[in-house]
């Protein structure tokens, strides 16, 4: 039996990348998991491999994290499947872009803030009677270490996630008398967005690798994935309100983000 065997999980933007490495994660100690997943094809791949790779009820619900009542509709699905929700992480995004601030457009900011911030403000109101409910409710969002360090050309993304941040304190606080545990990752992982930005910017993405502590970007499934799986189960119940980087050290003296940007 592993660490979650019994608590079921939703993972949003688990088709792919840190999501679908997370969602295997979960899986791997026991939890059943819905994949909220706005590709179709990705979403029902995930969960036909957390099933017969672990052997946990996984089913996927298409989802548009950007529309509040199919966010709701997520929630509810994971709790008429699986009779309750433990674990909440908020971790779908879909890219916008690269743009100096001056000529990044108002409908991309409100664009990031609705996919960062809004839609897991949706998912946490809506899940917080089930997470409270049996004293295991853990949410774990993801941030990340652009916004931190206010990385170049990436407004939108930069400051929807930490907001992003601010609202999961927010809830660490209120919840709290709940047992409700409630953090942030800032995970460094080879995601399809750090595999495209790879492709176009060869000369940073090797750049990055190289001032890495360890040596190299993390794996979704090896990396990433085992930190949320921790802060999911018991061994994290007096851990809340943090934020952990997850990227082999490469906070500590910050990365070389400066990509090809008219």
């Known amino acids: ?9 939703l993972v949003t933007g ?25 590709d179709a094809a990705a979403g029902a791949d995930t969960a ?40 909440l992480v908020n971790n779908a995004w879909r890219g916008t872009g ?12 409100s664009a990031g803030f609705d996919m960062a911030v809004m839609a897991a403000f949706w998912a946490m109101q809506r899940a917080y009677p089930a997470l409270a409910e049996h004293g295991t409710g853990r949410v774990v969002n993801l941030a990340s270490l652009n916004g931190v360090n206010a990385h170049m050309y990436s407004v939108a993304y930069n400051a929807a996630k930490e907001a992003l941040r601010a609202v999961t304190r927010t809830a660490a606080r209120e919840w709290a008398p709940k047992q409700v545990c409630c953090n942030v990752i800032c995970p460094g992982a080879r995601s399809a967005a750090y595999q495209r930005m790879a492709d176009a910017n060869p000369e940073m993405a090797a750049s990055i690798d190289a001032a890495n502590p360890m040596g190299r970007v993390g794996d979704p499934l090896d990396d990433i994935g ?10 994290a119940r007096y851990l809340t309100g943090n934020t952990l980087f997850v990227d082999g050290g490469a906070h500590i003296n910050g990365v070389q983000w400066a990509p090809q940007v008219d």
């Open 98 to 109: 690269y743009a100096r601030l001056e000529k990044t457009a108002p409908e991309v900011m």
């Open 14 to 38: 688990a088709g792919v990348g840190i999501g679908r490495g997370i969602a295997g994660a979960l899986a791997r100690e026991g939890a059943d998991v819905l994949v909220a997943e706005i």
């Open 226 to 235: 085992p930190v949320v799986a921790f802060l999911a189960g018991d061994g």
């Open 48 to 87: 036909k491999w957390l099933t017969g790779t672990w052997g946990v009820r996984a089913q996927f619900v298409h989802t548009d994290i950007t529309e509040q009542r199919q966010v709701e509709a997520m929630v509810d699905a994971a709790v008429s499947e699986y009779g309750r929700l433990d674990i």
């Open 1 to 9: 039996m592993g660490t979650l065997t019994g608590r079921a999980a």
